[in-house]
């Protein structure tokens, strides 16, 4: 059974940091691409990061270029999600996300397993 937890959501001013992480169970982790997804009140569900199973693939919208960084340590099935500089439309709910097939996308239709998703909120 897959599971997918995420964890270090919280209230930050803008300008401050947060990083989130993401403990999955159940996958032969080390062998599949992750990503990071967000959803705010009323929108879409919108991409925020993915990264191969090495690491060497790695992709960002323009939206958290410069400010995101995607991580993964496969000894712990872990990925992270370093967010800096952050600003009051980042709020959202973060979703991580696993694709059974090892490369890195946007399209949140190709994940194959969820996580329940941490609220991160932003104030100005």
């Known amino acids: 059974q897959v599971q997918l937890v995420e964890s270090g959501g919280g209230l930050v001013q803008a300008g401050g940091s947060l990083r989130l992480s993401c403990a999955a169970s159940?996958?032969?982790?080390?062998?599949?691409?992750m990503g990071w997804f967000r959803q705010a009140p009323g929108k879409e569900r919108a991409f925020v990061a993915a990264?191969?199973?090495?690491?060497?693939?790695?992709y960002y919208p323009d939206s958290v270029k410069g400010r995101f960084t995607i991580s993964r340590d496969n000894a712990k099935n872990t990925v992270y999600l370093q967010m800096n500089s952050l600003k009051p439309e980042d709020t959202a709910v973060y979703y991580c996300a696993v694709k059974k097939v090892n490369i890195a996308t946007s399209r949140a239709a190709s994940y194959d397993y969820w996580g329940q998703g941490t609220q991160v909120t932003v104030s100005s």
């Open positions: 159940g996958v032969t982790f080390a062998s599949y691409a």
């Open positions: 990264i191969n199973w090495s690491g060497g693939s790695i």
